[in-house]
């Protein structure tokens, strides 16, 4: 099974990612841990990322999209793998379809969250006083809502063209969420 999770800031992407993880066996790919782990094992692309982010600068769609298809490559992603996180922009998700259609592999499905905004802000203020990140405060997450909605929402429209979309509601109840995406996966 090869999954994109998209959804905004907050919408549970990464707890469905978890638990998906455990009942299909295959796993979460985000960028981050990725770029990270890429950087900790010292890969060529890796070393690049590491002095662009050492310049305080993003790290370009071409590292991005070259370490995501070297950990797609990896043995545990050969049943499928679940990309959280990537992609977000048409940029990025044209150049997904470049790289899987090189592999020889095809997406199952694409997995929408919709989640109300004001909602939103306030689980992320919640979970910040859980886990005192940081970028979770009221300003900082309706930016990133503003950003998902310019730059990654358009990706819904994207891969419905291509049929891919399955649209869950991202705020119900965890367990409602997962049985809502296990249902739309026809697992």
Same mark, same amino acid.
Do not use: H, W
């Given at each position: 099974?090869?999954?994109?999770?998209?959804?905004?800031?907050?919408?549970?992407?990464?707890?469905?990612?978890?638990?998906?993880?455990?009942?299909?066996?295959?796993?979460?790919?985000?960028?981050?841990?990725?770029?990270?782990?890429?950087?900790?094992?010292?890969?060529?692309?890796?070393?690049?990322?590491?002095?662009?982010? *050492?310049?305080?600068? =993003? %790290?370009?769609?071409? @590292?991005?999209?070259?370490?995501? /298809?070297? +950990?797609? #490559?990896?043995?545990?992603?050969?049943?499928?793998?679940?990309?959280?996180?990537?992609?977000?922009?048409?940029?990025?998700?044209?150049?997904?379809?470049?790289?899987?259609?090189?592999?020889?592999?095809?997406?199952?499905?694409?997995?929408?969250?919709?989640? *109300?905004?004001?909602? =939103? %802000?306030?689980?992320? @203020?919640?979970?910040?006083?859980? /886990?005192? +990140?940081? #970028?979770?405060?009221?300003?900082?997450?309706?930016?990133?809502?503003?950003?998902?909605?310019?730059?990654?929402?358009?990706?819904?429209?994207?891969?419905?063209?291509?049929?891919?979309?399955?649209?869950?509601?991202?705020?119900?109840?965890?367990?409602?969420?997962?049985?809502?995406?296990?249902?739309?996966?026809?697992?």
């Amino acid at each position: 099974m090869r999954l994109i999770l998209l959804g905004p800031p907050g919408a549970g992407k990464g707890t469905q990612a978890k638990i998906l993880v455990e009942a299909y066996g295959i796993p979460q790919l985000s960028t981050g841990d990725i770029l990270r782990a890429a950087i900790a094992a010292q890969t060529p692309l890796g070393l690049e990322a590491k002095a662009i982010m *050492d310049r305080g600068d =993003l %790290v370009s769609d071409t @590292i991005v999209n070259g370490i995501v /298809s070297e +950990r797609i #490559d990896a043995e545990d992603c050969k049943p499928g793998f679940i990309l959280d996180g990537f992609p977000r922009t048409i940029a990025q998700a044209e150049a997904l379809d470049d790289m899987l259609k090189a592999k020889g592999i095809k997406l199952d499905a694409v997995i929408e969250l919709t989640a *109300d905004a004001d909602e =939103l %802000v306030r689980r992320v @203020i919640q979970r910040s006083k859980d /886990s005192n +990140r940081p #970028d979770d405060n009221p300003e900082v997450i309706r930016k990133r809502l503003d950003v998902y909605q310019t730059s990654t929402a358009p990706l819904v429209d994207y891969y419905s063209r291509q049929g891919l979309v399955k649209t869950v509601d991202g705020m119900e109840a965890v367990e409602t969420v997962t049985t809502a995406i296990k249902a739309a996966l026809g697992k």
